[in-house]
């Protein structure tokens, strides 16, 4: 089959195109930005990629027209609290618009569980969009999760956070709120399991784990798995605002994300009945076993995508080419370069710069300064990295995002998104006389952005030689 796959670069997107390969379906991937999709080149030369904003309005010709089944992976929820519900809106009607010039017979569309008369506006959105692609010409297949559990995934993520870091913690009532979490394994083959299937047509399933725990349980059983225990005390009178936040500083989330989650986390979500996982022969994991199996990955370090890396959870929200030139003039400037021996380690040693290696000087100063982003509304260090030594375009790599990774002509060109008057590129490169460059660009915002520059020259003096020298000598 020929199969459409939207939000190709999102967590879900990145786990679903290996296993349609390995299927041997022909895929297509829309994506906003080609850059942005952390595949290899071996996976890229299997697939076909198109360069679609379903926000925009529709133009023709930009899709194949024999396509068998689209997969509707889009959402909105963390690059907004306010207006994201209009924006899964429009990006759904648009989606229909384009599938009218097609020949799919199908649409796959992951959603959440909506089994409350009182909706979030987050699951009140998604019922929405299901409605809306009902209205497609094609058969609409809608599948509802609740709390999805996987190396990677923001719910994991949020709970590893707050486990790992609080033996005690003091949590709003939310906590007590039920929920059905399931294996990210088994999204996937729900996922798979549906395609051409009659029977799911014009249908809607709820999918769900065996597990019905509350965010409480979820936390417990948590800490049980790594081996350790955790005190946990629910008090009543914690606003959503203030949920929001003590979730923002406490775990990688962007705030926008904390407060619709915390918004949604008020609501049930179990899943009504198991048809779909009866008519598949689907046995689903436990919540235990998904935190294991999340685990192994990370262990191995095996981890294919991470919602981290969406752009959503940064505020660096523009177009990426727009920023690969960095900018000569108007700018200031901390230049470093290093004669170096064996230049092959030291661009392993690039590659790995950040989240658990670190920044090779000065990481507390980093880790201070993240700190400090935190508090103003950044996104701080928490984010770290996906891959302990792969990067890709648009990847999040602590507070910074990834503009250029290319290996062969051995440059890595970083974005700044912590919160700074001005803005920030850090750029390293290995040139043919084998002299690594290492190179921090800022272009000031006014007087502010200057003054701040010169405020932390003397810090940049040690931290920027140190890392030179230490990127050049590490093994």
Not at 204 to 220: A, E, N, R, V
Not at 293 to 316: C, H, T, Y
Request: include cysteine; charge should be positive; charged fraction near 25%.
């Amino acid at each position: 089959m020929k199969i459409l796959l939207t939000g190709a670069n999102g967590y879900i997107g990145m786990r679903l195109l290996p296993q349609l390969l390995d299927l041997g379906h022909k895929v297509v991937c829309a994506v906003r930005n080609e850059n942005r999709l952390s595949i290899d080149t071996e996976t890229k030369a299997l697939v076909e990629i198109v360069e679609i904003d379903f926000l925009k309005e529709f133009q023709e010709s930009l899709l194949p027209k024999d396509i068998d089944v689209a997969y509707y992976l889009i959402h909105s929820m963390s690059s907004s609290t306010v207006d994201f519900d209009e924006k899964e809106a429009l990006s759904a009607k648009t989606f229909n618009t384009y599938m009218a010039r097609t020949q799919v017979q199908q649409v796959v569309y992951l959603s959440g569980i909506v089994n409350d008369t009182q909706l979030s506006k987050h699951l009140s959105s998604r019922k929405n969009v299901e409605d809306i692609l009902y209205g497609g010409k094609f058969d609409l297949t809608v599948l509802r999760a609740g709390i999805i559990v996987g190396s990677g995934s923001s719910s994991f993520e949020i709970i590893r956070d707050l486990c790992e870091k609080l033996p005690f913690m003091i949590t709003p009532k939310w906590v007590l709120t039920k929920t059905q979490p399931i294996a990210i394994r088994d999204v996937i083959r729900f996922l798979i399991g549906v395609i051409g299937n009659e029977d799911t047509y014009n249908e809607s399933f709820d999918i769900g784990g065996p597990d019905i725990l509350t965010y409480k349980q979820m936390l417990q059983q948590y800490a049980k798995v790594r081996g350790f225990e955790n005190w946990i005390f629910t008090v009543p009178v914690m606003t959503p605002k203030l949920s929001s936040y003590w979730l923002y500083f406490v775990t990688s989330t962007s705030y926008k994300l904390a407060v619709n989650l915390v918004d949604s986390m008020k609501m049930e979500v179990v899943a009504k009945d198991n048809r779909l996982q009866e008519l598949l022969g689907i046995r689903t994991h436990t919540y235990k076993e998904a935190i294991g199996m999340a685990f192994k990955k990370i262990e191995q370090n095996l981890v294919v995508s991470s919602w981290k890396d969406s752009m959503v959870s940064g505020r660096f929200k523009k177009n990426l080419e727009k920023y690969i030139q960095v900018p000569k003039y108007g700018v200031l400037k901390d230049e470093k370069k290093l004669e170096i021996k064996d230049k092959e380690r030291v661009l392993r040693n690039i590659w790995k710069i950040g989240g658990e290696t670190g920044w090779y000087y000065g990481n507390w100063l980093w880790r201070v300064r993240g700190f400090l982003d935190k508090l103003n509304g950044g996104v701080g260090l928490r984010r770290g990295r996906t891959h302990p030594d792969k990067i890709y375009p648009g990847d999040s790599l602590d507070f910074w995002r990834v503009l250029l990774a290319d290996k062969e002509a051995k440059r890595l060109l970083l974005f700044a998104e912590m919160r700074l008057p001005g803005e920030a590129w850090l750029e390293f490169k290995i040139d043919e006389q084998n002299v690594l460059h290492q190179t921090a660009t800022f272009r000031p915002k006014g007087l502010r952005g200057r003054l701040y520059w010169y405020s932390i020259l003397p810090f940049h003096y040690f931290i920027f030689e140190g890392m030179i020298r230490n990127i050049a000598k590490a093994k």
